[in-house]
C-alpha cells in the first residue's frame, strides 16, 4: 500500500505541475520511474487475426502488484506525454481538489456534483442580491413617503 501512496502521490503532483506549467519536483518523476522500472515489462508481438501487427508491453503475470503500479504509472505517462495532455484541468469548483480531462469544449467541472454546487450557489447569490435590492428599494421608498407626509402636514400647519 505504500508504493501505492507514494505512487498517487507523485503522478497527482506531476500533473498539478503539467496543469500550472511549473517544473515538477524531480522526485515525483524518479518516483514514477522507479515504478516503471520495478515491472518485469517483455514486448510481445501481437497480430489479431484481419489486423496488423503491433507491439504490446506485458508485464510478468507472477508480480500482480508490480503489474498494476506500472500499468498506473504508465497511463499516467502516457496521458501528460500524449495528445491530451492540454486538455488536463483543475475542477474550479470551490473545494474540491479533483482534476478533469476537458473532453468537450463546454466541460468545466469533474463531476455533476461540483457543476450543480456551483450553479446553485450562483442562483442563490442572485436571489439573495436581488432581495438585498428589493428591500434597499422598500425601504428607500418608505423614508421618501416619511419625508413626504411631514413636509405637507409643515406646508398645511404653516398655511392654516
Known amino acids: 500500500m505504500a508504493a501505492l501512496h507514494r505512487l498517487r502521490q ?36 501481437s497480430w489479431p487475426a484481419g489486423g496488423p501487427p503491433g507491439r504490446e508491453a506485458v508485464v510478468a503475470a507472477d508480480a500482480p502488484v508490480a503489474r498494476a503500479l506500472h500499468r498506473l504509472a504508465d497511463d499516467a505517462v ?9 486538455a488536463l484541468s483543475v475542477c474550479p469548483a470551490e473545494g474540491c481538489a479533483r482534476l478533469l480531462l476537458r473532453t468537450h469544449g463546454r ?18 447569490a442572485r ?10 428599494e422598500e425601504h428607500g421608498a418608505a423614508q421618501n ?16
Open 127 to 136: 436571489r439573495r442580491a436581488a432581495t438585498e435590492s428589493a428591500a434597499a
Open 10 to 45: 507523485a503522478v497527482r503532483g506531476l500533473f498539478d505541475a503539467a496543469v500550472t506549467g511549473r517544473a515538477p519536483d524531480p522526485e515525483w518523476v524518479a518516483s514514477v520511474n522507479r515504478v516503471l522500472a520495478a515491472a518485469p515489462v517483455t514486448t510481445v508481438l
Open 107 to 124: 466541460r468545466q467541472w469533474c463531476c455533476t456534483r461540483c457543476g450543480d454546487r456551483v450553479r446553485a450557489a450562483r442562483h442563490y
Open 78 to 86: 502516457t496521458l501528460l506525454c500524449g495528445p491530451d495532455a492540454g
Open 145 to 160: 413617503a416619511g419625508t413626504a407626509g411631514r413636509s405637507t402636514a409643515a406646508e398645511g400647519t404653516a398655511s392654516g
